[in-house]
């Protein structure tokens, strides 16, 4: 009996010891079969408890009459599926008749506290099935990436951790333009650094824009076709990214095929629609600070904006068939920014907003797409770099995470698929110039002392 008491001391020693020091190897071990186990015995209670139960129907209550037995309880949802994941569980509910999933939805909050689970979300998967994604810890605390994602789709790269523990993708193809909002160390430049890490494998031109003389953008360079450092390279590579949409363009009005003899889904409308000898690449626009591009001072300054934000307009509003998709980087992004930026912003589909500094830049972001979504950016601590609200204008937002990746890890990736850059003609004059990367025995040879 002494050693089975050890035993369990040691054993609820090393749980709490892992509850503490690493949540998801505890949530592995024991955390997932206590939250099953609790889930399963409370069920019941609890969605009675949170009003999702119905009453019984009227069959029931007739046949229990007739047979003299007790009146039958309110009936919860059923579950199809309870599922163990690497950061919580997944549950799926069948709705019962009259049940809506904005009730479910709404309960979320005391199905966490019921559960003793982290965090609760939900979302319908069809008419009258629910899936409940319950995370066992806060999987933002400390970011592990799978490592299996799901890339089988061209343009469609992992770039942050969701707080139910999915995994967030940007996808181009889906949502071609986004704006990312962040103040100062928000973690924004972490951000942006795990896209072009995600990029650079692909076969993809990267053009970036950084007016702050490049030192976001151009330790990378060597994987970018075209850079610009101040406002006036900048106008003349946009306007070069216009001409070379116009090109892109030729290209599919030639390859189109209109004709009886071919179906409506071979019809070329894009450069998708085109065969992969004939396919321009696509072209990724990352603009590290937009502000520097709208700021003038002077006259010429002025006539210099303009163009540039009529720049980005044709390109948000016509660049996604010809393969040209916007990343737009800033700490504020509103109407004071002059005139065309809401136009701009109005073609900016995907939304992500870091910490920022005030309510109206988190309304920037999400304020025509969704009230809690603004409620949730502002609420971003300081302590917690790289946290951050993504939505798009279905409505739809959650809280992400980047893992951190320092500038050095940027480079050795950048570096290692520096081959992949493609050469544009159209954008030739604006690609980097970046010197050959000595060896490392000859900087050890330079610095070096001289030895007797």
């Known amino acids: 009996m002494t050693g089975f008491t050890v035993t369990l001391v040691l054993v609820v020693a090393a749980a709490g010891l892992l509850r503490w020091r690493r949540p998801a190897w505890y949530w592995m071990t024991f955390g997932v079969t206590l939250a099953a186990l609790r889930v399963r015995l409370r069920y019941a209670s ?23 037995r007790p009146i039958p309880e309110n009936r919860p949802p059923r579950i199809l599926r309870l599922r163990p ?21 709404a309960a979320s909050d005391r199905l966490r506290h019921s559960f003793t689970m982290y965090g609760v979300t939900s979302r319908e998967l069809r008419s009258g099935v629910v899936e409940l994604r319950m995370t066992g810890y806060d999987v933002l605390k400390r970011v592990q990436m799978p ?24 996808d181009y193809r889906a949502v071609p333009h986004a704006l990312t909002l962040g103040a100062t160390e928000s973690g924004k ?16 031109a990267l053009v970036g824009i950084d007016c702050k003389q490049g030192v976001e953008l151009f330790p990378l360079a060597r994987r970018f076709s075209a850079l610009a450092d101040n406002q006036d390279t900048a106008l003349d590579l946009l306007e070069a990214l216009v001409d070379h949409m116009q090109d892109v363009y030729q290209v599919i009005r030639a390859e189109q095929r209109i004709s009886i003899a071919v179906p409506d889904a071979e019809i070329a409308a894009d450069i998708w629609d085109l065969p992969e000898h004939l396919r321009p690449v696509p072209v990724v626009v990352l603009v590290d600070e937009v502000a520097e591009l709208a700021l003038y001072a002077t006259k010429e300054e002025e006539k210099r904006r303009d163009r540039i934000i009529t720049a980005l307009v044709r390109l948000a509003q016509l660049g ?29 589909t995907g939304r992500t907003a870091h910490r920022v500094n005030d309510e109206s830049s988190a309304s920037m972001a999400f304020g025509d797409i969704s009230p809690d979504a603004v409620l949730a950016a502002i609420q971003i601590p300081t302590d917690a770099p790289g946290v951050a609200v993504t939505g798009d204008s279905s409505g739809g937002w959650a809280r992400i995470r ?41 900087s050890l040879s330079k610095t070096a002392p001289a030895t007797a």
């Open 320 to 348: 996604r068939a010809a393969g040209i998709y916007l990343e737009i980087c800033g700490q504020r992004f509103g109407s004071e920014l002059g005139k065309g930026i809401t136009m701009l912003r109005a073609q900016l």
């Open 402 to 442: 980047a893992p951190h990746t320092s500038l050095r890890q940027a480079v050795n990736i950048c570096n290692r698929h520096a081959d992949r850059a493609p050469h544009l003609p159209a954008l030739a004059a604006f690609r980097p110039a970046v010197p050959a990367v000595p060896s490392a025995r000859m």
């Open 85 to 105: 994941t690497r950061t919580g569980l997944v549950l799926r509910l069948k709705l019962r008749p009259g049940q809506d999933a904005f009730d479910v939805a």
């Open 189 to 204: 430049s972490v951000y942006q650094r795990n896209l072009v890490a995600g990029l650079a494998p692909h076969d993809v």
């Open 147 to 170: 490592a299996k994602t799901d890339t089988s789709r061209p343009m469609r790269i992992p770039v942050a951790l969701r707080e139910d523990g999915g995994v967030h993708y940007r």
């Open 46 to 68: 609890v969605m009675d408890a949170c009003r999702l139960t119905v009453p019984p129907s009227r069959w029931r209550l007739a046949l229990a009459r007739a047979t003299n």
